[in-house]
Each structure stands twice: as structure tokens, then as C-alpha cells.
């Protein structure tokens, strides 16, 4: 049984990978073309490879990369699609899949590895259940890549456009790419569960950040801010003592079942500088470093009815590690400290 975060068995770029597997895997994040089944059987037959070898396991995001058309491919007839790594708040929806033995080599050729003009990179994504894995993507190689942008045939746009909307996934981080618009941050939100959440002690660091206060209470102000939005999504909260800690759903597959974890969704401007400023404040280190005492993700949240994918900050542990760090079985810090509170009145 392997356990989260454990690598194991390097070599030929094949790692064990999730929760518990108990295979060999090779899992890999794409982002371009091959979200088109169609186009990927088409080129596996015209090659004599078997399509079948890569599964699709689900949408996912790479964070802190953007997406790119700075490669000229005379297979395509223009640009196509590469992915940078530039910083916080910036991301690329895609989707995770699955590759056998076979269908890695298959991969390999119609990427040019053997001919430098895309390369293997090992990159950490996020799922949509907020698990972040290990999985190998295909970048340009440096020396391959224009000064320009170059532009992408409309036929290669729809096959990633298409590839992304089949899966409920955003369309505005490729849209951007096309036109060449810059820094771009698709995601504009974060789920908040603890004592960033208004009313909680930590709640100023949000109003800074935020053009919205949740707290101003001055009737111009009930007149022109929106009131905080509440969410909820699916994993475990822990009591973590002076602060909650959420895992993702499915973290601890002996404990007791995941329930809803009920937040607050704030919509914030600079997410660049705020993504740096909440990575200091929750201990987040950087994606695989194991000091971090939280890590940052991008999860789908339920914000009042409307799906939405959001930034969070998940507790870099795991349930029972501590048995002084309980589940909140009702999925709300707030009610749990005001329960708690009561409960210590009526004691006394």
C-alpha cells in the first residue's frame, strides 16, 4: 500500500501516484490537443498504436503555469500549445489521464521528444476532489520556442476548446492564450473555512485583499457590497486547536465518512500578490515540499447553487494523525466553536 506523496520506483519517468494504488502508473496532465479523443485515436491508428493505452481519469488544473503559443508546428499548420510556469494564481485547465507502457512511447513520438521539440516535465495538479498528484506533461523545448506569438489554426482552437467544455472546464485561460493577452488568472477565487471567514480573527487579512469587506456595516456600504457568498464543499475539517484544517474527500479511507465543509467564496483582484501573501500566512511552501504545514489547491465548490472552482488551503496531513485533532463532523468551524463555547457555559 503507498501512501499520499510517496514516490517510489524512478525510472522511465513511471511513479505510483493518489491515494492508495497498488499498480505501476504513468499519469499525465494534457492540456492541448490530445483533449480530443478523436484526434489522438486518429493519429494512435495512423501510427499503429493502440488508442485504448491512455484512460482518462478527469478534469484537473496545473497551477502556477499559464498557456502559451510561442511554437511554430508544421503539423498543425501554426501555433501550438505550450505551458509556462509563471506563478501564483495562474493556471491551466486540463484534464488527467492515465498512460500504459505503450501508449507513454506512442506519446513520446507524436510530441517529438526523439526530434527536440517538446519535452517530458514532471508537474503537481490539482484535482477537482483537491488532491494534487505528481504527473508527467510535455512543455516546448526552450530553444524551439518563438520570440512571437504564432498564431493557432481555428481547427487546432476547437480541438482543445471542445476538449474543455466537454468536461464543464473554462474556456478563458486558452481564449487568452489566443490572442496573446498577457498574465492571466482564470480563477479569482478563494474558499475560506476557518479564521479567515468573517467575524474570525484572521478575516482582516481577506478585507485587505478584497475590493469587498464583509464586515462594513455603514448603510452606503449595504447599499454597494456584496454580501459574502457562503459555500461548501465535500472533504473532512479537523479541529487543529486555535485553527481548522480541511483534507480532501476520501483522504482516510478507515475513518469516518467526508462530509460538506461549509465556507465563505471571496472573489479577490490581485490574486498574484494576494496567492503570495495567504501561501505566507498558511505555511505553503511551494508544490512537494513536505515542511509545508498547508498546501494550496484548486477545488469545486457549491457557491450558493452555482459550481464554481476556487483556490483553498488544505491541511498538509492527514485524519488520526494526532488524536487530539478531531473531525468536525458538521463541516462548520464556526457553529463547532460557538457549540463548544456553550457547551463550557453550561459546564460552569
Known amino acids: 500500500m503507498v501512501q499520499v506523496g510517496k514516490r517510489v520506483n524512478i525510472g522511465r519517468v513511471n511513479y505510483l501516484f493518489g491515494d492508495v494504488l497498488t499498480r505501476e502508473e504513468t499519469l499525465y496532465f494534457g492540456y492541448g490537443s490530445n483533449l480530443d479523443s478523436d484526434d489522438w485515436s486518429k493519429w494512435c491508428t495512423g501510427k499503429g498504436y493502440n488508442p485504448d493505452g491512455m484512460t482518462e481519469i478527469g478534469p484537473a488544473w496545473l497551477p502556477d503555469y499559464t498557456m502559451k503559443f510561442h511554437y511554430n508546428s508544421t503539423g498543425r499548420g501554426g501555433g501550438a500549445a505550450d505551458v509556462v510556469r509563471i506563478g501564483p494564481g495562474t493556471a491551466v485547465p486540463g484534464v488527467?489521464?492515465?498512460?500504459?507502457?505503450?501508449?507513454l512511447d506512442a506519446m513520446d513520438i507524436k510530441e517529438g521528444v526523439a526530434v527536440n521539440c517538446y519535452e517530458r516535465r514532471i508537474v503537481h495538479v490539482c484535482t477537482s476532489d483537491g488532491h494534487v498528484r505528481e504527473a508527467l506533461t510535455y512543455t516546448v523545448v526552450e530553444g524551439r520556442r518563438e520570440s512571437h506569438h504564432v498564431a493557432p489554426t481555428e481547427e487546432y482552437q476547437q480541438l482543445i476548446r471542445a476538449g474543455l467544455k466537454l468536461r464543464d472546464l473554462p474556456t478563458d485561460e486558452l481564449e487568452n492564450a489566443i490572442r496573446d493577452g498577457g498574465?492571466?488568472?482564470?480563477?479569482?477565487?478563494?474558499f475560506t473555512y476557518g479564521t479567515l471567514m468573517q467575524g474570525e480573527n484572521r478575516h482582516h487579512v481577506i478585507q485587505e485583499l478584497s475590493s469587498i469587506s464583509a464586515t462594513q456595516t455603514t448603510t452606503a456600504a449595504k447599499n454597494t457590497v456584496k454580501p459574502v457568498t457562503k459555500a461548501t464543499t465535500a472533504g473532512a475539517l479537523l479541529d487543529l486547536g486555535q485553527f481548522?484544517?480541511?483534507?480532501?474527500?476520501g483522504s482516510d479511507c478507515e475513518s469516518r465518512e467526508d462530509?460538506?465543509?461549509?465556507?465563505?467564496?471571496y472573489?479577490?483582484?490581485?490574486?498574484?500578490?494576494?496567492?503570495?501573501?495567504?501561501?505566507?500566512?498558511?505555511?505553503y511552501h511551494g508544490a512537494g515540499d513536505d515542511s509545508s504545514l498547508f498546501r494550496r489547491a484548486i477545488i469545486e465548490v457549491d457557491a450558493e447553487g452555482v459550481k464554481k472552482w476556487a483556490w483553498v488551503y488544505f491541511?498538509?496531513?492527514i485524519k488520526g494523525e494526532n488524536?487530539?485533532?478531531p473531525v468536525i463532523e458538521c463541516g462548520d468551524w464556526r457553529g463547532y466553536r460557538n457549540s463548544i463555547h456553550r457547551a463550557s457555559l453550561d459546564f460552569h
Open 183 to 190: 498574465m492571466h488568472f482564470p480563477i479569482p477565487h478563494v
Open 323 to 325: 488524536p487530539a485533532w
Open 267 to 283: 472573489t479577490l483582484p490581485e490574486m498574484f500578490t494576494a496567492l503570495q501573501h495567504l501561501d505566507q500566512i498558511e505555511g
Open 315 to 317: 491541511y498538509n496531513g
Open 244 to 249: 481548522p484544517g480541511i483534507i480532501p474527500a
Open 259 to 265: 462530509t460538506l465543509v461549509q465556507g465563505e467564496l
Open 96 to 103: 488527467l489521464f492515465h498512460l500504459d507502457e505503450q501508449a
